[in-house]
């Protein structure tokens, strides 16, 4: 399926995507920029493919993320994918349980070898 995918032979197609870093790079320019392996919808756009260079080579992190944000409007003015859903993880622990790292990014992933139990 992924093969397929990513070769085009699909012309719709549901697909999943994590980051793995809390960096704007990791969605728009992995999902979006012609040159990238991952632009799985085929998405073209000269302006966006710009920007996202641009944001790239920024060392100034606001002009960085006004970059990004400039090449986010673009796209979802295009529309090239559509999100159906977003998965939201919820997590309980009893008070004794301690050490406890959630990833902020909306992992699932917990590192289990830091916790430990107060009782």
Not at 5 to 11: I, L, R, S, W
Not at 43 to 68: C, G, S, T
Not at 69 to 77: F, P, V, Y
């Amino acid at each position: 399926f992924n093969s397929q995918v990513y070769e085009g032979k699909f012309p719709i197609f549901r697909y999943s995507w994590v980051a793995d870093l809390p960096e704007p790079d990791n969605f728009l320019y992995r999902l979006f920029h012609s040159q990238s392996r991952n632009n799985m919808t085929r998405y073209r756009n000269d302006r966006v493919d710009h920007l996202l260079d641009q944001a790239r080579a920024e060392q100034i992190y606001l002009k960085r993320i006004d970059l990004y944000r400039q090449a986010e409007k673009l796209i979802m003015e295009d529309a090239p994918l559509i999100p159906l859903s977003y998965l939201n993880y919820e997590r309980l622990f009893q008070p004794y349980v301690r050490s406890v790292e959630v990833s902020a990014l909306g992992d699932p992933y917990i590192p289990m070898r830091k916790i430990w139990l107060a009782k």
